[in-house]
């Protein structure tokens, strides 16, 4: 049996935890492998259809921002493996994981339903606790060593459970209940109203900013540009953002800040580095 899984990690979670799916299939004896819809090296109209048809299941991961599934993660969804499917009539089984620091509403559910939109099957969706990318609500960050080691240690036993439940079909969907309903929509409809102000703390320091372009670059959605001015060329935001703060915590020389405060940033210190083994290079 082979089994693929596509992500999208803004700063190493999600990628993290499709890593050790990956390995566990591979250790019980299965061909499997992740992709990043992120991978530029590969060309999703032309390469799609020949890893779907060689994939008995395939898995589908993304980080949660307020209830919410990435936007990237459902157009590329909806773009490319919507029109596989439904061209090729491909009917294939399907589960689903997201990561989240604290709660994820009923993400799973949601995701569900759009792959079942074209056909697949689902029995598995379940969320897993990583790191808090978010340094400027310090309540929510780990920084201790062990303290991370045993939310690593955690989410890999999931992931163990997970595979388990996929080989044996054994049905396991998170977050079905009232209440995580009632709260994933309420965490959607806040993020739709407040969006333009959630996307208005984002700051650049043009002082600090040294033009390196490694944002512009690793946007996972183009929505850094540079621009011309009268006083010279900056580092310009769009109205694209998904949330994922991989610009914020990624940006060697601090220059993007979430609210004045995180101007400070030794009380606020940028997530990188957290995740093992990780970089931005391994999604894009």
């Given at each position: 049996m082979r089994v693929s899984i596509f992500y999208f990690s803004g700063t190493g979670n999600t990628w993290f935890v499709s890593q050790q799916l990956k390995s566990i299939f591979i250790e019980k004896g299965y061909k499997a492998e992740?992709?990043?819809?992120?991978?530029?090296?590969?060309n999703w109209k032309r390469d799609l259809p020949q890893i779907l048809n060689n994939s008995e299941i395939i898995g589908i991961g993304y980080p949660v921002y307020a209830s919410t599934i990435p936007q990237n993660m459902k157009d590329w969804v909806k773009k490319y493996l919507f029109d596989v499917v439904k061209l090729s009539k491909i009917k294939k089984k399907a589960f689903v994981f997201d990561t989240m620091a604290l709660f994820s509403g009923d993400t799973p559910l949601q995701m569900r339903n759009l792959l079942k939109e074209c056909g697949f099957s689902v029995d598995q969706g379940i969320n897993i606790?990583?790191?808090?990318?978010?340094p400027q609500i310090p309540s929510l960050m780990t920084w201790d060593n062990e303290k991370q080691e045993k939310i690593f240690q955690k989410a890999y036993k999931k992931c163990e459970k997970l595979v388990e439940s996929i080989l044996n079909n054994k049905k396991w969907i998170m977050r079905r209940d009232p209440f995580s309903r009632f709260i994933g929509w309420i965490q959607r409809v806040g993020m739709k109203l407040e969006a333009k102000k959630i996307r208005d703390l984002y700051k650049i320091d043009h002082e600090k900013c040294n033009l390196c372009e490694l944002c512009v670059q690793y946007c996972p959605v183009q929505n850094l540009s540079i621009e011309s001015t009268e006083h010279g060329r900056i580092i310009k935001y769009g109205d694209d953002c998904i949330?994922?703060?991989?610009?914020?915590?990624?940006?060697?020389?601090?220059?993007?800040?979430?609210?004045?405060?995180?101007?400070?940033?030794?009380?606020?210190?940028?997530?990188?580095?957290?995740?093992?083994?990780?970089?931005?290079?391994?999604?894009?």
């Open positions: 992740a992709y990043s819809i992120e991978d530029t090296e590969i606790r990583m790191l808090s990318n978010l949330y994922c703060v991989r610009c914020f915590n990624y940006c060697p020389q601090n220059a993007i800040n979430i609210m004045k405060r995180t101007r400070d940033t030794d009380k606020y210190q940028r997530f990188r580095g957290q995740i093992p083994n990780f970089k931005l290079n391994k999604i894009k």
